[in-house]
């Protein structure tokens, strides 16, 4: 076990501390001391408050970019569905207009499918 005396004047077994012959700090020296813990913590809490406020701005950036970003490729994949759709939608028109019977019975055999799947194996 390693202990690490105190190099300040006044602590530990430095002999050349301000304290004087009776071993205790005065009030100046605490003080003192006092004082200078207080501006650490208060530079540590601005430290700290910047990296929080800077680590949250790049974090809320990151989440716009990112939402952009998804919202943008949503939008061109609903583009695109919807124009494949408006293809088909032309081609079993043009199918139907072509080929009158065949619609039919291709819109007979679909009722047919969805009939049996509705029912669902029931006897």
Known sequence: MNIHTDQRPGYGDNKTGTTGSSGRSTTGDINADLNTLRSD??????????????????????????TSDVASKASDLASAASEQAKTFASELERMGRN?????????????????????????
């Open 41 to 66: 913590f208060n530079a540590l809490k601005d430290t700290v408050t910047d990296y929080v406020s800077k680590t949250s701005s790049d974090a809320l950036d990151s989440a716009k970019k990112t």
């Open 99 to 123: 080929n009158p019977l065949g619609a039919i019975a291709g819109a007979v055999l679909v009722g047919v499918v969805i009939g049996l799947i509705g029912r669902g194996g029931r006897s």
